[in-house]
Every structure is written in C-alpha cells, then in structure tokens.
C-alpha cells in the first residue's frame, strides 16, 4: 500500500509545474492588462519593449520547470549565436515540448521575450493563453485552402511598423510527426512521391506557404533564418522502432534524460525568394534533418546512434536566468490568493479574461 502511494505520488511530478505555470497565468494577464491600458497612448514600440519583458518573466518560470526542475541535459550542436537576431525559425515537430525548445535556445541569446508563433488556428481559443500568444504577435493560421495570406502578412507588417524583434517560430509539417498514427505519415510520403519529391522518412513532408509568407514578407527585415533538427532521447522501443516524443506531461515527468538540438543558420541570400523555388528548397532542407535524424535513430554503428554528427556543447541553463521569475510571479500569486477580494479577481481573470479573450480572437485574427 505505501510502495502504490509512493509510485503514485513520483507519476505525479508533473503536478507542481503545471498548477504553478496554470496558476501564475491569471497575475500575469493582468500585470500584462495594466501596462496595455496604460501604454495606450504611447508609440506602439514602448509597449512591445515592456510586453518582452514581461514575456520574459513568465517564460523563464517556465523554463525553471522545463531544464532546472527536470534536470534534462541540453545538447546544442551547430552555431548558435550569443547575439539576439531578428529570426524565423524553422524546425521538426513532433510533440508539444518542441515549442519550449524555442525558448530553450531564445534565452540562450537573451530573446526569451521576442519569440512569436506561428500557430494553428484552433489553439486561440485556449482560455487567456490564445488571447494573450496573439497580442504578443503570434500569428493564426489555418490550413490548405483557408489559409489566408494577406492577413498574416498585415500582422507581421504591423510588427515590423512597431520595429517588434522577431524570433518567428514556425512548424512548417503543419501537425506532428506521430509513428502512433502511421497513416498521416504515409499520406505525407505519398504526397511527397506525388509530387516529384523526396520521400522522407523521421519526418512529414513540410508546406510551404507559412514559410514563404514570413520570409517573403519580412525578407528586409531579418538578419537570418535558424534550421533547427530535434530529438528527444530514449524515443526508441526494445527492437529499435521510433515511439511518440514526450508530451509536456511526460517530460516534466523527468522521462528525458536528453535532448539534442542542431542548428544551422542560413543566410536570407541563400534562399530562393519565390514560392515555387523555396518550396523545393524547404523541402532540401527537410531531407538533411531526415539523415540527421536517420543517424539519430538508425545508424548501424550503435557508438553513432543518439547524437547528432559533428561537435556537441552541453548548455546547462543558469538557476539566476530563471528562479527570480518563478519567486516573483509566485509570490505575486500567492499574495493574491491569501486575500478575499484577490481570490475574486484572481477567479474573475480566469473566467471574464477567458470570455473576453475569446470574443477578441473571434473578430480579430
């Protein structure tokens, strides 16, 4: 009975992250509420500096619970540069945990705050966060046919008005590499055969049109974009079949001793400006993430497998980049919460941020 309350208690590791990272969400909305109201009058460009910041405060909380609480080891090869950059950054998607990734790199060159997303259109009405990713310049995109074009390239041309710093992250697969669902990945494959192209094996066949907009469109205005290719060790069953990478759950759980992420900066000459070209090009770039996962995953010689090629650092994420966001949020919460009339408003933003989140995205992208 004490062994099953003991096994029970360590599955729910995850618990204390996510009622921390949930429960801090309705004090940063309004923190962030605050200095919109009172930056309405103000230049556009002194809100996005503030807003940064305040991203930053909430993100590296996050970040606390994703590398120091965890203990993950952060493996970076490629160039990454110390300098923030004005980015799109462009990477495999295979699970939820790949969108803290981008952060785990942003705050290695002190950009927390200017990461942006490019998201599907369903996850704005996620309650305060959908709201809030979309004020914060995140763009809504939907799939094939409906995805509207001339309102993504509006949003990111206001950005670029604002003089906004740009740590664009896009998913350009458009859903994750799932080898549980082994029909999305044949269609991706017979789609790619279709079409002239390589067939691609540890990851989907990439679409286009997000991509070439955010370049196209912000061409003048980014120093570079960033390849990124990630894999999450210990994703590979008994008889060397790949499995589902963890889920944010999971991995708080400390079910991923390693994650190993490779960089390629590409020069913004290097990259063909038209649709047609681009799609070949982003596809190129596809298939080399293709053999480095390959060699990942399935090299013959087991000394090569787990870890990419070439030379590796392993960054480990400072406790004072984080810990200062996580006491100050935290105690911002939990004075809150030790009030009567905080309990209400803190209850309040929950329910009438969420309605009102909603209406907002329902009528502006």
């Excluded at 990734?101 to 998201?119: E, S, T, W």
């Excluded at 079409?195 to 003048?220: C, N, Q, S, Y």
Aim: hydrophobic share 40%.
């Amino acid at each position: 009975m004490l062994l099953s309350l003991v096994l029970h208690t360590y599955s729910m590791r995850y618990v204390l992250p996510a009622a921390v990272m949930m429960g801090t969400a309705p004090t940063y909305v309004l923190a962030w509420g605050a200095w919109r109201l009172l930056s309405a009058v103000l230049p556009a460009r002194f809100y996005r500096e503030v807003d940064d910041r305040l991203y930053t405060i909430y993100q590296s909380m996050v970040l606390f619970f994703f590398e120091n609480y965890t203990g993950v080891q952060v493996i970076i090869y490629g160039d990454l540069p110390k300098n923030k950059e004005n980015v799109i950054y462009l990477s495999n998607h295979q699970c939820t945990v790949d969108w803290i990734i981008a952060d785990m790199l942003a705050i290695r060159q002190n950009a927390l705050g200017h990461v942006r997303y490019v998201l599907k259109d369903g996850l704005k009405w996620l309650p305060l966060y959908g709201w809030y990713f979309s004020q914060h310049g995140g763009v809504y995109v939907k799939r094939s046919a409906k995805f509207n074009e001339k309102e993504m390239r509006e949003k990111l041309r206001a950005q670029m008005k604002a003089e906004t710093p740009m740590y664009l992250v896009i998913f350009p697969e458009g859903t994750r590499y799932n080898p549980e669902i082994p029909k999305v990945i044949a269609d991706s494959q017979s789609f790619a055969e279709k079409e002239g192209l390589a067939i691609l094996k540890h990851v989907l066949t990439p679409r286009v049109k997000a991509t070439h907009v955010a370049i196209d469109t912000m061409k003048d205005y980014l120093d570079a974009v960033y390849d990124v290719t990630v894999a999450y060790e210990g994703t590979v069953d008994h008889k060397g079949q790949r499995k589902l990478a963890p889920s944010m759950t999971e991995f708080l759980c400390k079910e991923c001793p390693r994650v190993h992420i490779f960089i390629d900066r590409i020069e913004l000459k290097d990259i063909p400006e038209e649709q047609m070209y681009m799609r070949r090009w982003l596809h190129e770039r596809f298939e080399v993430k293709d053999k480095l996962l390959i060699e990942f995953y399935d090299a013959k010689d087991s000394k090569r497998r787990n870890k990419f090629p070439g030379k590796s650092v392993h960054s480990k994420l400072s406790l004072k980049k984080t810990l200062p966001s996580l006491l100050f949020l935290g105690g911002l919460t939990a004075s809150m919460l030790l009030t009567e009339s905080g309990r209400k408003l803190y209850v309040k933003t929950w329910i009438y941020g969420t309605l009102i989140g909603c209406l907002w995205v329902s009528i502006k992208p």
